[in-house]
């Protein structure tokens, strides 16, 4: 492997993580404060990116049609939340898989219905669009670093908040004792609230970065969801920090394990067969690190402290 | 009880009379579509052991279905036909898969288990795409088919209907006994309260490792089934949006209810087919449908037909 | 999508048992194409190209009027055997049209020609059905995967090109294009990759392509595939470094996401729009009269499709129940083909010309392939001689 590919790899594999990232937050969370299973969680991955397009249609400028699509997201989940989930809350987990797998389901054909099952694609903004220099041949689009650097921004600003804030404070004493918190006069719905939104609009937000360089399609956010759950159980349930790097970690496995994955069964097999086998191989790897963890430190690298799932 | 065998016996009465009504009306098609639902009967059935007996609940199972499907179609591309042969290699095959799956995802409980059962599941199906001799991704197409005997009696129309009606109904059967047996009641027992269960000297862990692999063995077999009726397999087979399928069926039909499975696989199934036909867009009613079935109908589709008490076997 | 029913909303499950009886069209014909995800421009085209030949005559054809139900495969081999089986087991068709993927066309062939239907084919054409597998029942009215990949070779030939980088999407038409390619190509491939289909995301494949000193890169990557890879191929500024050719990818479907990062970019294959001959002329201009965009390959080999049929059933004055007389007449391929000289070998494999293209920008600033100039007159397939047909 060239050192240039490698570069390339593992600035994809950051972004990637950071896109896990961004959707990991808010199903970690909502996972660890509620003890709520939100499949539908990956389906606001998908509406930010056909948000975004929409209203890039519409205002024609990808920077007023960001705050738009932010907002809407956040709407459309406390939507959802305030017209079914709130009434899932209480009920075993076999209930809210089924009702939220009743959400996906319906919110992809209606992307399909709204926006044609054909793929769109919306331009790189025009502000970042150019491209930089990276190796004599080889230039690597700015796009693409801008997502990396604000990625890295949410991260930290997410962490900040949770840690040093009252919200936050809130928040984490919400995950560890919801009856202590509502004891001393917090309302509980309240705060539930808010999380959900925020981690639907940062579910949204992914989608929105990520419109630009990857497909947008009806069941576009299914297999992220899966992934995205992967990343919280590695990281425990509950704990942004182990979302964050439990995201980063997944990404890099998923992005150089393919490449090198590939090379090493090109060492017995022709291209085509190695094609074959080494991405399926390089797919399993972020199933078995999560078995593994599962099996000899269940409660994740950064577990949160006492969570209730 | 007597009540649950009686549902029972009334849709196996149905069943087996539909195909000699059939060819009256002329429809292959229709019974294309009961074979369809009651493969995916058997799979939910066999679910249902684990998740409502067990109190486990799995988002791999679907994985075992490919294991079954993927052991005969390699068996059969390898020129092995007879059917029985076919059946104890899937069996063996899927014991096996299990058997080691089932020991370390038994290491955890709830949640923790959805999500290793998904990581197995996701292992196996990656390996089905990984199988460039045998189609990859884009699956394979099955040119000669399993025999019974050297037959072909089991390849199509009615005798592979009443095949699979006879595997389906041994699969209820089986079940049902199990149930009622005193695995049965440990399981449960194991399930509503663990720590008691284990006082009463009962390894719960094994009870519940062998109900996961009888679970498997089960949908191995109808995965070899469903084989032999699609002539077709693909790694498709085992997605876990599958194994959130054959959830919904279960939970739909009432968790711990026999009939409950085979109620939810023929009702998936049948809306599936009456909705498609009305609308192209069918799922976006199919989708606030299992919504709302889950906010107000909290007993199943069984528990609609049949009120009666929780937890019974 | 378009899908044409005759169930009405009080009937429910029942009316499937009655959907033998009351249809008042004499012909059905089931189409199974891509019309979802990154190719879906694909699918489309072909059921473009198929309507404008029946409205052209009045929805008849052969006197016959038809029924055409179209479903979309999703790109996904259980769903298109799932929609293939209910074509032919509940409505019943005379003719499957399909598929535009090559492995969607596996996994529909066996039940479609075991169930005597003619499957005819207006895109894929893989290698798996030429040779030894041939089919009776089965017609493909478009190309051998293989070929468009073999004239790319012999352009290359010509062109000088001593190291080429070749990738494709792995899936049955992915390598066939290959082989096809390295079958006629004389210099080096320095590297041959192979992608998921349906990629998107093209980055690390241009690292290995920036640092394998390649003169060209020969690809196939038909629909949202190729726009993706084409404008990041452009970004990264290999454009500067390296020539591009390839087949399918810089079309009529992907042009339009494409614009002028194509423009001078190498292609081979039997047709381009601007291919003088009279019937082609009216077909394009009718084509762009009725959708508004400029028809592509996919769209011709669909119109070619529906007069193809027209004539096998006016050779049978209509009939459809002489399977064996269907399929001569069929075989006799007596229609006009748009592409000019058009016959089917034994395999039911079409002979034909193909001609090397080249991307150019019209003068409304729309986009085409354009012809060059013929490469290889009555081609035929590499397979043929191994099918017993």
């Known amino acids: 492997m060239s050192l240039t590919l490698f570069l390339i790899l593992c600035l994809n594999g950051l972004q990637y993580g950071l896109l896990l990232f961004l959707i990991a937050a808010g199903l970690t969370l909502v996972f660890g404060v509620m003890g709520f299973i939100n499949l539908a969680h990956g389906v606001q991955y998908m509406v930010g990116a056909y948000l975004i397009f929409a209203f890039t249609g519409l205002t024609g400028s990808f920077a007023l049609a960001l705050p738009l699509s932010l907002l809407a997201a956040l709407a459309i989940g406390l939507l959802l939340e305030y017209a079914v989930f709130r009434h899932l809350y209480a009920r075993p987990h076999l209930d809210q898989v089924l009702a939220t797998f009743g959400i996906i389901i319906f919110l992809n054909e209606l992307a399909k219905v709204l926006f044609g099952p054909t793929t769109l694609s919306i331009e790189t903004p025009a502000f970042l669009s150019g491209a930089i220099q990276l190796t004599e041949q080889l230039r690597y689009p700015v796009y693409r670093l801008a997502t990396i650097g604000v990625g890295l921004a949410v991260a930290i600003g997410l962490f900040a908040t949770i840690s040093y804030t009252r919200i936050g404070m809130l928040v984490r004493a919400g995950s560890t004792t919801p009856e202590m918190v509502a004891a001393l006069g917090v309302n509980v719905t309240q705060l539930f609230r808010v999380v959900f939104g925020v981690g639907a609009m940062l579910a949204g937000f992914a989608g929105i970065i990520a419109a630009p360089i990857f497909a947008i399609e009806p069941g576009m956010g299914d297999n992220i969801l899966i992934i995205a759950f992967v990343v919280i159980i590695i990281g425990g349930v509950g704990s942004i920090g182990g979302a964050f790097v439990a995201a980063i970690l997944v990404g890099l496995i998923d992005t150089l394990g393919r490449s090198v994955a590939t090379d090493l069964m090109s060492l017995f097999f022709g291209p085509s067969m190695a094609n074959q086998v080494g991405p399926a191989l390089a797919s399993m790897l972020i199933y078995i690190l999560m078995a593994a963890i599962l099996v000899f430190r269940p409660k994740g690298l950064l577990p949160a402290k006492g969570v209730v799932a | 009880m007597a009540r649950d065998r009686m549902i029972g016996a009334a849709i196996f009465a149905t069943l087996l009379a539909l195909p000699l009504l059939l060819p009256l009306v002329g429809a292959d098609y229709l019974m294309g579509l009961l074979i369809k639902a009651m493969l995916l009967a058997i799979a939910a059935i066999s679910l249902d052991l684990i998740i409502g007996q067990g109190g486990m609940v799995s988002l791999g199972h679907a994985a075992f279905i490919g294991v079954g499907a993927y052991t005969a179609a390699i068996a059969l591309e390898s020129g092995i036909e007879e059917i029985l042969i076919l059946l104890a290699l899937t069996l063996a095959v899927t014991a096996l898969v299990a058997l080691i799956t089932g020991a370390l995802a038994l290491r955890t409980s709830g949640v923790y288990f959805l999500m290793i059962t998904l990581a197995f599941g996701q292992m196996i199906y990656f390996t089905f795409t990984s199988l460039a001799a045998y189609g990859g991704d884009d699956g394979l197409t099955l040119w000669s088919l399993a025999t019974l005997f050297g037959s072909d009696v089991v390849q199509n129309g009615e005798g592979l209907y009443f095949f699979v009606l006879a595997t389906l109904l041994a699969t209820w059967a089986g079940v049902h006994r199990i149930g009622l047996s005193r695995f049965g009641r440990v399981l449960r027992a194991a399930r509503d309260n663990p720590q008691r269960a284990e006082v009463m000297g009962y390894p719960i862990t094994r009870y519940r490792l062998v109900a996961y692999v009888i679970a498997a063995c089960i949908a191995g077999v109808s995965g070899l089934l469903m084989m032999q009726y699609a002539e077709f397999v693909s790694p498709a087979i085992a997605t876990w949006q599958r194994s959130g399928d054959l959830i919904v069926a279960v939970v739909l039909g009432g968790l711990g209810t026999r009939n409950g499975a085979l109620l939810g696989a023929f009702f998936i199934v049948l809306m599936e087919e009456i909705l498609s036909s009305l609308l192209h867009e069918w799922r976006l009613i199919y989708g606030p449908l299992l919504v709302i079935l889950v906010l107000y109908a909290k007993g199943g589709l069984a528990d609609l037909m049949a009120p009666r008490a929780k937890g019974a076997g | ?389």
């Not at chain 3, 009405?8 to 029942?14: E, N, Q, S």
């Not at chain 3, 468009?148 to 390598?175: C, H, T």
């Not at chain 3, 990264?236 to 494409?258: I, W």
Request: glycine share 8%; net charge negative; proline share 4%.
């Open chain 3, 1 to 389: 999508m378009t899908k044409i029913k005759h169930l009405g909303a009080g009937t429910l499950a029942f009316s499937l048992l009655a959907s033998t009886a009351a249809l008042a069209e004499d012909l059905k014909i089931g189409m199974v194409v891509t019309l979802s995800g990154p190719p879906a421009a694909l699918g489309q085209q072909i059921v473009d190209g198929f309507q404008l030949a029946l409205d052209q005559k009045e929805g008849q054809l052969a006197g016959l009027g038809v029924e055409l139900i179209v479903e979309d495969d999703e790109l996904k081999p259980d769903v298109a055997l799932l929609k293939a089986n209910t074509l032919i087991e509940r409505e019943e068709v005379d003719f499957v049209v399909g598929t535009v993927f090559s492995n969607m066309l596996q996994a529909i062939f066996k039940p479609v020609v075991e169930s005597e239907t003619f499957l005819i084919s207006p895109n894929a054409g893989p290698s798996t059905f030429a040779g030894r597998n041939c089919n009776p029942y089965f017609f493909a009215t478009s190309y051998q995967n293989n070929q468009n990949a073999e004239v790319s070779g012999l352009i290359a030939n010509e062109e000088g090109f001593e190291n080429v980088f070749v990738m494709a999407p792995n899936y049955q038409a992915g390598r066939d294009n290959v082989d096809g390619f390295r079958q006629t190509f004389e210099g080096t491939v320095s590297d041959e990759v192979f992608t998921p289909l349906g990629h998107q995301d093209f980055s690390a494949e241009l690292a290995r392509i920036s640092t394998s000193g390649s003169d060209a890169i020969f690809t196939f990557m038909p629909g949202g595939m190729g726009v993706r890879l084409v404008n990041q191929f452009d970004e990264a500024g290999l454009s500067e470094t390296m020539r591009f050719m390839s087949v399918f990818t810089t079309d009529e479907t992907t042009l339009p996401g494409q614009k002028d990062a194509a423009v001078g970019f190498l292609a081979a294959g039997s047709w381009a729009p601007d291919l003088p001959n009279e019937a082609n002329a009216a077909f394009v201009a009718a084509f762009e009269e009725a959708y508004g965009y400029i028809p592509g390959s996919y769209a011709m080999q669909a119109y070619d499709t529906a007069n193809l049929i027209e004539s096998a059933l006016a050779a049978t004055g209509g009939d459809m129940s002489d399977k064996d007389a269907v399929r001569d007449a069929l075989r006799a391929a007596d229609f006009t083909s748009v592409r000019g000289d058009f016959s089917f070998n034994n395999n039911h494999y079409p002979v034909q010309d193909f001609h090397k293209l080249e991307i150019v920008k019209r003068e409304d600033g729309q986009f085409h392939t354009s012809f060059v100039r013929t490469v290889a007159e009555d081609y035929a397939d590499s397979f043929h001689a191994e099918c017993d047909m």
